[in-house]
């Protein structure tokens, strides 16, 4: 009991001691520690006893600058005033409040979606609207906000289409006052339509008018005065007509002068016709003298196409003079030849019956209108 006694007697003792006695320097750790706050220094002859005061306020500004460990936040930490420091920052994500102006923001979380940003001075930025449909974005000058607008031509304003442009439908006026200038020349066109196979025909002043149009003609003329006897047959030059010319309005004109003299035996008959070398006849016709007599025609064949390039309309229309006496010669007929090919057309005079008979074509001319 007295040795437990004097244990608890020397306890004191010393606590007494190292309390009232003992440097604080004694307990100095030979680190340097940096702390969150700021502390009173307590030098190294001062004692526990004397140095209360100071130490339990060292102990509260500890506490209070005390830095909490945390695996993704310290609650405590309220601000920052050194994080400048850090740089750009260059990952995270931002769930504050909107950025300023002034701070280089735009002062807005939730712009409207699909809208044109435009620059609105300190205000940061500003949207424009959606316009409509079709509309474009037209400047509205220097200092001047763009607008939507709708596109339009003036049409007191000269243009110049440079590119290759197509348009769908054009609807030019072409008058005295305002015509139509095609590649420097002016020109003034008809305010009706015209008819059926005319065309446009200038008059040397840029005035066009309907006219009708004359197709290129295919003819051949000749005067030829053989003579054949006998039962022979003369034919004239042919006239070559090219392939896919003919058309369902062609038309075939012959005009000619022959002669038929019977040679005093036998009665004759000279016959007539407008053939093709394929050995199709168009039209014909025939005189007959009698014995010692002498004929002559003068006459005008015609062929039409009848609306088909497989149907023809013929006729023939003159005079004939038999011994001396003249009379009218009309004939007609209709015939169904393709003119699809490429044709050659000829006059023919067959002499029929008797030696002594003569047959000749004076004269003739073979005009094709496509």
Known sequence: MINIL????VSLLISFGVYNYTPISFFDSPKNETFGSAITTINGSDTLSSSRTTINNNFTSLNNGKIEVGTTSVNSITTLNNLATVGTITSGIWNGTAIDVARQGTGTTSPTSNQVIIGNGASGFKVIGFGTSGQFLTSGGNGSAPSWTTSTNDPSADYNWTGTNLFKNLNASSTVANPIVLNGVSFNTPSSQGLNNQGLVNDGSGNLTWKTVISQQYSYATTSQAIYRGTATHQSR??????????????????????????????????????????NNYIQFNIDPAVSQSSYASFTMNVFSNNSTSAQVGSVSGIQIINSVPSNLYNSNSTSISWSGSKQFVLRISNVNGTGNSASIDSYSIIVQP
């Open 6 to 9: 004097a244990s608890i007697l």
């Open 238 to 279: 042919g006239l070559i007509i090219p392939a896919s010319t003919l058309t369902s309005s062609s038309t075939i004109t012959v005009s000619a002068n022959i002669s038929c003299i019977e040679g005093g035996f036998t009665p004759t008959s000279c016959d007539v016709y407008l053939s093709d070398t394929d050995g």
